[in-house]
């Protein structure tokens, strides 16, 4: 099975850093940098860079550091940035200590009351443990029941801008307080509350962008179901990956969780999101429209979709960049009904757009059409094309190489197959929909030759009753129709034939000549 996620590099020296401003100038050597990852979100930069050493780390401080504890650390913000982190900061730490000359700092309960219903509890309280057993240079450090300005500036750049190493050192220490080996079964459990506060957030600050918060009544929760499909990206000791129960009881150290949230964007994208948005801090950095595209339904006919704000925000992030601020909704079987024509006639020439079907058995699935849909008996589309699974398991399936099947749809024929193909060969398509409309087929022993994807339906020849089709990023310019010019126009001669048979030309008066080409 394969999904798409960032190129196979190896670890070793080389970490991930998303960053949502770049970095101030550093001394020492300039860090290699490596293309972006399509797959990577457009709201965070991302950058491949040299392993941390000291030509790569801040050298020194700037300006007058006693005013800015962590300043040394903090050079990664730009200086408006760095005000906002040190406001933060005043405001969390403005409770009355015993000693006035105690160092400022807060407590959970100062975090936990600024945070308010933001963020679950479970969650503020990981963010806590993580930053107080973080220091200013990045190293473990004893336990403490308060938080100093050095470790709360230091967690933020590790988290907001910090390498792969700095976050993994920080999501350490939110799941295990000694900082050692973790099992697999503490990740699991720590990225299923990371998800849900991502949920949980966009719902309370009203960012769901017209998205459900929930699946629909009778589907898997959509929070374990992405939280597993972030997890199987992990490579655990010894080349495993984190598949099923029986790799639960295993280890974990920072070297894995290094590597995970390299491979796994979504963890640090799902970090920054919780912060932005929990802590409103830095919000204006955070481009969510990218994240989250925007919902464009008829407000007179509204429904009930298929998709949660989590498989939308999952399917978005491996969309073209260029597609992801919008979604408008062009068929929906809710709303137009269970008509192959119907179909037709509202997809074609519509854009590039997102196939979805719900089987009888509760498997969602779909496919990504990177051009508009043509109805003629070739196949159409580019190596752009995917095809995907939400439920029971969320995972994309990107193109092979082995052919240029990427989409089909035709109808009105009698000697070749009328329906709509993604993938596959006539006869055993990856995703097929036929012009008896209701039923379908999804054929890959062992895996579709185009798109090397799996069984997508719980049946190969399965039914369904729920499909929906959206457009995706602005809608298509409509073309001029083109001015035809006629054999009168272009030919002299056939023009004097015509009159000197005492014919006339009835067209004479009432259409203008084309201008010349």
């Known amino acids: ?150 470790q709360f500036t230091a967690s933020m750049s590790h988290l907001l801008k910090g390498t792969a190493e700095e976050k993994s050192l920080v999501i350490l220490n939110m799941i295990s307080a000694s900082g050692g080996p973790v099992k697999a079964r503490d990740v699991h459990k720590f990225t299923e509350d990371l998800v849900g506060s991502v949920v949980h957030v966009l719902n309370y600050r009203r960012q769901l962008r017209g998205w459900s918060q929930k699946p629909p009544p009778g589907s898997p929760s959509r929070v374990q179901v992405l939280a597993a499909q972030l997890c199987s990206e992990m490579r655990l000791q010894g080349g495993g990956k984190l598949l099923g129960p029986q790799w639960l009881d295993r280890d974990c150290d920072r070297a894995v969780l290094e590597d995970w949230v390299f491979r796994a964007h979504h963890v640090a994208t799902f970090l920054s999101l919780v912060i932005h948005q929990g802590f409103l801090l830095l919000r204006s950095s955070l481009e969510l429209a990218t994240l989250v595209p925007e919902r464009q339904v008829d407000p007179q006919r509204e429904f009930a979709s298929i998709l949660d704000v989590l ?61 508009s849909w043509e109805v003629k008996p070739q196949f159409q589309g580019d190596d752009r094309c995917f095809l995907f699974s939400i439920s029971p398991s969320m995972a994309v399936y990107t193109c092979t190489g082995y052919n240029d099947h990427y989409m089909y749809l035709n109808q009105g024929q009698q000697t070749i197959p009328n329906g709509l193909g993604m993938g596959g060969q006539h006869g055993y398509f990856g995703l097929w929909i036929d012009v008896d409309f209701g039923k379908g087929h999804s054929k890959a022993k062992p895996t579709c030759t185009t798109y090397g994807s799996p069984q997508l339906s719980a049946q190969e020849d399965f039914q369904f009753q729920k499909m929906e089709v959206w457009a995706v990023g602005d809608a298509p310019k409509a073309e001029p129709v083109r001015k035809t010019r006629s054999i009168l126009d272009i030919d002299p001669e056939a023009r004097a034939l015509l009159e000197a048979s005492g014919r006339g030309r009835h067209s004479e008066g009432l259409r203008e000549v084309p201008d010349e080409q």
């Open 311 to 371: 498989s939308v925000i999952y399917i978005n992030s491996h969309l073209p960049q260029e597609r992801r601020l919008r979604w408008r909704l062009l068929f929906a079987t809710e709303l137009h009904g269970n008509s192959f024509a119907q179909l037709c006639g509202r997809i074609a020439h519509g854009g590039p757009c997102l196939v979805l079907l719900e089987d009888c058995d509760g498997h969602v699935f779909g496919g990504f059409a990177s051009c």
């Open 1 to 150: 099975m394969s999904s798409r996620r960032g190129p196979e590099l190896p670890r070793h020296g080389l970490y991930v850093s998303l960053r949502f401003f770049p970095p101030s100038p550093r001394p020492g050597p300039p860090c290699r940098r490596l293309a972006q990852p399509r797959s990577f979100p457009t709201s965070v930069q991302t950058a491949v860079e040299e392993p941390v050493s000291e030509s790569c780390q801040p050298q020194g401080q700037m300006g007058n550091s006693k005013s800015h504890p962590g300043q040394e650390r903090s050079s990664r913000f730009l200086p408006t940035e760095q005000a906002e982190v040190n406001r933060l900061f005043d405001a969390l730490s403005s409770e009355k200590l015993g000693s006035s000359a105690s160092p400022k700092s807060f407590s959970l309960q100062a975090l936990k009351g600024h945070v308010g219903d933001a963020l679950p509890s479970e969650m503020v309280t990981r963010l806590f443990e993580g930053m107080r057993r973080v220091d200013g240079s990045g190293k473990a450090k004893g336990p403490s029941e308060r938080v100093s300005q050095e």
